[in-house]
């Protein structure tokens, strides 16, 4: 009998297909995720789970299941996920780092020139009328935006994507300047980067782009303080304190802010990678194998991986 397997969305690409060789699997078919209720009862009746960030597998659902072996986590961040619980209980988490870099690099641009050159007003300019109603096809004060080139960039957080970031702007022949928990000094090498405090980057960037995890250090590290009184031209998001944001969020009335729902990694190719690395997880750990991108190492001295 093959273990069985409940993954808590549908994946894109073949990766479903490949597990059903090795599992008996089922999916939660609806496009929201599956409420707190329904992951509690199906960890009790499954040896693994494939989980995205929206689900919380807490210290108390990881004691319920007795057969929970793994938890394979459909992102490189894995914050829903009580790791030290799972490796006291002997259950293998793993993760899919390394594949979202260069694709996330590519919407924090798009995000940078959108925002830059007005992009969605403009588009909104022209559908709702208001450029035919003008009664002019060009004029010297319509829809001004800033230059990207030459200017002076400020990544707060110089990781991976950060990093990737930064080499796009080199392109566009800017400055780049970058704070952080600590010097990279061979990333300062390469990029023609300058580290300097966080103060200073807020007053000398023009351009600011944040790549930091939310820890106690970097939660609401951006806020009033430095946002106040109009001093930016505008803002573009794509992870938000609240997701989904609810329908009256005040962020909806400022027509300079561009909101996109988490989609940073929303691409084909990446998502795709993505769901492949889960069932590689999922498929070496059936085949009693340490999984590639495991978490929690100190859970192969709890329990050897697979499900004998």
Not at 204 to 213: M, T
Request: hydrophobic content about 40%; proline content about 6%.
């Amino acid at each position: 009998m093959k273990p069985k397997l409940f993954i808590t969305r549908q994946l894109p690409g073949k990766a479903i297909e490949r597990l059903k060789e090795y599992y008996d699997v089922e999916v939660w078919p609806h496009y929201p995720p599956p409420p707190r209720d329904v992951i509690l009862n199906k960890a009790r009746e499954v040896d693994a789970l494939a989980t995205l960030l929206t689900d919380k597998i807490s210290c108390e659902l990881i004691k319920s299941a007795p057969r929970l072996r793994i938890i394979a986590q459909y992102a490189v961040g894995y914050d829903n996920i009580d790791v030290e619980c799972a490796t006291k209980h002997g259950v293998y988490v793993t993760n899919t780092p390394g594949v979202l870099t260069e694709t996330v690099a590519d919407h924090t641009w798009a995000l940078i020139l959108a925002i830059s050159r007005r992009i969605l007003e403009s588009d909104e300019y022209v559908r709702r009328g208001e450029w035919y109603r003008s009664g002019t096809g060009w004029h010297p004060m319509m829809m001004l935006g800033y230059d990207v080139h030459g200017k002076t960039l400020g990544i707060i957080g110089l990781g991976r994507i950060g990093s990737a970031v930064a080499r796009r702007a080199k392109g566009f022949n800017m400055k780049i300047l970058y704070y952080g928990r600590r010097r990279k000094l061979e990333l300062e090498k390469e990029l023609g980067a300058k580290y300097v405090p966080l103060d200073t980057l807020l007053r000398e960037a023009d351009i600011v782009s944040l790549h930091v995890p939310l820890t106690k250090e970097t939660y609401h590290m951006i806020g009033e303080k430095e946002l106040k009184e109009g001093w930016i031209a505008g803002a573009a998001l794509d992870v938000h304190e609240q997701e989904p944001l609810p329908p009256n969020h005040p962020l909806y009335e400022l027509k300079n802010v561009i909101l996109t729902p988490h989609t940073g990694s929303a691409s084909w190719e990446t998502r795709i990678k993505m769901a492949n690395i889960v069932a590689e997880n999922l498929i070496a750990f059936a085949k009693g194998e340490i999984p590639p991108t495991l978490v929690n190492r100190e859970v192969v001295k709890v329990r050897k991986p697979g499900f004998t």
